[in-house]
């Protein structure tokens, strides 16, 4: 496959809580699937499965009216002052809608219960209360594209999703945590609900099984629920997780063949066959905005990195105005330029090279997508193709990780 395929997304990380605690089956390492070796003592504490995930519809942020398609008929709710009101003329603080179907709103299908709250900016705020293993689908089906990913790729990624929304439970104890449903978390549009076509009634399939076969699995190290990290295409190398989260501990770059290879071949490949390169243009006036947040002034005179990983990959660039300079990371300036935009730190080259802007602005031309850390997408399909276990590709991406089956049950 020469093609970079759609509807890849970075992720950072997150917060939440449960009200969990859980049992605990033999722990493996990943190199050895299903193996049933002693329990890990240090393990039998500490990590726990939430039974439920609060999910953030951020979309739906500040909606003056929610309107929801049931299986009964339609249920709306809108604010008044302090309060929600419903259709059916119940009020109150918070209300909850509880269907035994599927919840649709803003054309996405959901299941389990939905929270709507008047929120501080005005109009209303939405969460949905999900069973863990039906988000964990929702975002696989989010995170991949479901018509051409293998069952050991999907089955990777779904227990990176599980992982990462286990982490961040324990992370954050506060009474009622909450995921976001996009990139500030984990892609999240609701349940996948395949047309009539073979081919799509076949992923929903294929997608179902492998949330089920790895039902409860999650990634530990040294007896605790690994802080994981997955992205769309690392461009050859994987990056440390300490130089791009601030606080967190480092992880192992890992080399990635498949990119590598891809990386290889584009670099003699006409422009137009290049899915692993990207470029960016940006406009003068997105250059002095970032002067003005970075705080030197109000024109861009000069972008110029500081600091690299052994990759190559771009930590700390210097970002200089007419009125001073700043040393920051690349992810501020990411953010501040658009993650969608400056899609990786694998920076090839600037435009004008000196990284002063020209009356065009900046151009920017990088390889890969995403942040870098942990999983690779692009390379978890490749390896999957090559007939690698998603257990196999856990552990090439996360080196010395074990694997636990944990169930959850609700804390009395
Ligand atoms: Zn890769």
Redesign the pocket.
Same mark, same amino acid.
């Given at each position: 496959m020469t093609a970079l395929r759609p509807q890849r997304r970075w992720v950072g990380r997150v917060c939440i809580a449960g009200l969990v605690a859980l049992a605990l089956l033999p722990l493996t390492t990943c190199r050895t699937p299903r193996a049933r070796l002693p329990l890990d003592p240090a393990a039998s504490a500490e990590p726990h499965l939430p039974r439920t995930v609060r999910v953030l519809l951020a979309g739906l942020e500040s909606s003056e009216r929610v309107e929801v398609q049931t299986s009964a008929g339609p249920v709306a709710f809108w604010r008044q002052g302090q309060r929600v009101v419903r259709s059916s003329g119940e009020s109150g603080p918070r209300l909850w809608l509880t269907a035994p179907g599927p919840l649709v709103l803003a054309g996405r299908t959901y299941l389990g219960t939905l929270e709507l709250e008047p929120h501080a900016k005005g109009g209303l705020r939405v969460f949905l209360e999900c069973d863990l293993e039906r988000y964990v689908e929702g975002v696989v089906a989010a995170e991949l594209p479901l018509w051409s990913a293998l069952p050991a790729e999907l089955q990777a990624q779904a227990i990176a999703v599980r992982t990462y929304t286990a982490y961040t439970l324990a992370q954050h104890p506060e009474p009622h945590p909450y995921l976001w449903d996009g990139v500030q978390d984990q892609a999240f549009r609701g349940q996948f609900v395949p047309g009539a076509s073979q081919g799509e009634q076949r992923a929903a399939v294929r997608l179902s099984r492998a949330v089920e076969a790895t039902r409860g699995l999650v990634l530990l190290q040294g007896g605790r629920v690994l802080d994981v990290r997955y992205h769309a #295409? +690392? &461009? &050859?190398l994987?990056a440390n997780r300490a130089s791009l989260f601030p606080g967190t501990a480092p992880s192992a770059m890992v080399a +990635?063949d498949?990119? #590598?290879q891809r990386a290889a071949a584009e670099a003699a490949a006409p422009a137009e066959r290049r899915p692993l390169t990207w470029t960016a243009q940006f406009a003068p006036q997105d250059l002095d905005r970032l002067a003005r947040e970075a705080g030197v002034g109000e024109h861009l005179t000069l972008l110029q990195v500081i600091e690299q990983d052994t990759g190559g990959r771009w930590q700390r660039v210097r970002v200089q105005g007419n009125k001073g300079a700043v040393a920051l990371p690349l992810d501020t300036v990411r953010k501040s330029l658009g993650y969608a935009t400056w899609k990786s730190g694998r920076v090839l080259a600037l435009d004008p090279a000196n990284g002063v802007p020209g009356p065009q602005g900046l151009g920017v031309r990088g390889l &890969?997508r995403g942040h870098g850390v942990g999983l +690779?997408q692009? &390379?978890a399909h490749d390896y999957a193709a090559r007939g690698w276990t998603d257990f196999a590709i856990l552990e090439h991406y996360y080196p010395g990780c074990a694997i636990a089956r944990l169930s959850a049950t609700t804390q009395p």
């Open positions: #295409a +690392c &461009g &050859g994987t +990635c498949p990119c #590598a &890969g +690779c692009e &390379g």
